[in-house]
């Protein structure tokens, strides 16, 4: 059969049909042994949801131990604020984390993290070094990057090719900040040591399965998730990057499992016949692996957030897993429970903070692309499945309603400069959606950015329907379903803010931080009170 596999229809086929030959790798992980008295944080550090003076500052230990934490203005730290962090204890696989405070604005931050021994009090692990920017609090340029789809359909960390390379390819633009649009792991794609090609020639070799067996299987318990987490932290080229880029974490489905809902039923590779204990264990270690501030008691576990970064730059960081009723063939007729994808709370809550932004450009950060197809198999009546929103062409119906009514409040509201970004479906494009050309047409134009993936198989593209119109300005697929990294088909993006025009440039980039497609996008004035710019 000669079609190109969709990306879902190949993790579809590799869930039902097995993976083969899972050996455990020979090769030593490339972690320096310390004495066994000191810590030994081997998986760096993550800096997280910088917002105006505050920082978040991660680290994972070894054992049980005490963070501390030292920022410095000067990279010789000749004058040092200390902090006295949290234990790193097993309850919380031994990370921790600390939200600095009372940072200055527009100031580059030199951060030293270390952990002390419990027993002694003394030992100290080898110091940590980091470096991020703060925003400034006048008008200034931002640039910031995004992508998601990190490890998936068993490409892992080969150090022959040189590992997560687009992280690198990040680093090098050196942007304030980077948005994981989600797939941080992929908790159902288990790696084997080897994989070949039709002839049985070795294409791509995982390292690190002797420190990280638990990539060997899917996950199911906590312990497993959490190790899913860690492996990704073993890459050279992600620690480097995350100690000196700030990020902001979303999450999508393969936290959990694949085309995760409440209804979802598992294949025969899970002992584990209960999606919702998953989906407990997931949480629990994506909230202690992501770099983010924690939200309040209030909903302990929230992931939907608001990052006011500058005066010019609201993003706002949407959750579509958490709160969507289930798979279904997405076409019902009305909303109810049933076709709910972000939920009633949480789009109440994005319109509020829309409504109430002063910023000129909001960037609302998607872990789905909205008019794409995105297929889940079929129903018990034999009608196609969506995971998505999109349900096909023709009226608003199914979870287009949450939708409809979030891009009607818009327009009726004047709310302008609003631009999504979003990953998932492992290629890049570029989609403008005009309500000319639209079934359902109460909106005003917008676009839609795609990246991805980080480091997993390169799919697609996948098929837009015309509800919203949705425009192919630009795409860049591979020719063949799940082309490794090595292919070349990993893509990010990166956004310019230009604080003196205001208008925003967003460009989408590949695994050598080549341009394949860039946009100037014009900022419109506010249709409604003053103008809420500087024309300095």
Avoid at 326 to 341: G, L
Avoid at 364 to 386: E, H, N, T, V
Wanted: proline share 5%; net charge negative.
């Amino acid at each position: 059969m000669s079609r190109n596999l969709s990306r879902r229809e190949f993790i579809q086929h590799s869930a039902l049909t097995g993976i083969a030959g899972i050996l455990y790798s020979r090769q030593a992980p490339a972690i320096i042994q310390s004495d066994s008295a000191r810590p030994a944080p081997d998986w760096g550090l993550q800096i997280g949801d910088v917002v105006g003076d505050r920082a978040i500052i991660w680290s994972r230990a070894d054992k049980s131990s005490r963070m501390l934490v030292e920022w410095s203005l000067d990279e010789q730290f000749s004058r040092v604020e200390k902090i006295r962090g949290p234990h790193a204890l097993e309850v919380s696989d031994f990370t921790a984390r600390v939200d600095l405070t009372h940072l200055p604005s527009a100031a580059e931050i030199f951060l030293r993290v270390q952990f002390e021994d419990l027993d002694s009090g003394r030992a100290r692990s080898e110091p940590l070094l980091g470096k991020f920017r703060t925003p400034a609090a006048k008008p200034s340029d931002v640039r910031f990057v995004w992508s998601g789809d990190t490890a998936g359909q068993g490409w892992g960390i080969d150090l022959n090719f040189g590992g997560m390379k687009l992280y690198e390819a990040m680093r090098q633009v050196q942007p304030h900040f980077f948005i994981h649009s989600g797939d941080t792991i992929y908790a159902d794609g288990p790696l084997q040591e080897t994989v070949t090609d039709a002839s049985g020639n070795v294409v791509w070799t995982n390292a690190y399965l002797d420190a990280v067996p638990e990539k060997l299987k899917v996950a199911e318990t906590l312990h497993e998730y959490r190790r899913h987490h860690l492996y990704n932290r073993y890459d050279a080229n992600n620690q480097r990057f995350s100690a000196e880029v700030p990020q902001i974490w979303q999450w999508d489905d393969h936290e959990v499992v694949n085309n995760w809902s409440d209804d979802k039923t598992l294949d025969n590779r899970y002992s584990e016949r209960n999606v919702r204990t998953l989906a407990c264990h997931a949480t629990r270690a994506f909230l202690e692996y992501a770099p983010m501030r924690w939200h309040s008691q209030v909903e302990a576990e929230r992931i939907y957030r608001h990052i006011p970064y500058s005066r010019d730059l609201d993003v706002f960081v949407l959750d579509m897993r958490s709160y969507r009723g289930p798979n279904s063939y997405n076409r019902q007729e009305s909303s109810s429970d049933a076709t709910d994808f972000l939920g009633e709370r949480q789009l109440a809550w994005l319109k509020d903070k829309l409504q109430k932004s002063r910023a000129t450009w909001k960037i609302i950060a998607a872990d789905m692309p909205i008019g794409l197809l995105i297929p889940d198999g079929s129903d018990s009546q034999g009608r196609a499945r969506f995971e998505g929103l999109a349900n096909g062409d023709g009226p608003v119906l199914g979870r287009e309603f949450e939708i409809a009514n979030l891009l009607r409040f818009i327009k009726h509201e004047e709310l302008v400069n609003i631009v999504w970004l979003t990953a998932d479906v492992h290629y890049c494009a570029a989609h403008y959606y005009d309500p000319n050309k639209a079934q359902f047409q109460d909106f005003e134009p917008f676009w839609e950015f795609v990246a991805g993936p980080i480091h997993a198989g390169s799919f697609g593209p996948n098929t837009l329907e015309n509800t919203f119109g949705p425009q192919l300005v630009f795409q860049k697929s591979p020719p063949v379903a799940n082309t490794s990294p090595a292919g070349g088909y990993q893509f990010f993006g990166q956004v310019d803010l230009d604080h003196r025009s205001k208008d925003l440039t967003v460009a989408l980039k590949d695994l050598n931080g080549a341009t394949v497609f860039s946009k100037r996008l014009n900022a419109q004035l506010p249709r409604r009170g003053r103008r809420h710019w500087d024309a300095d």
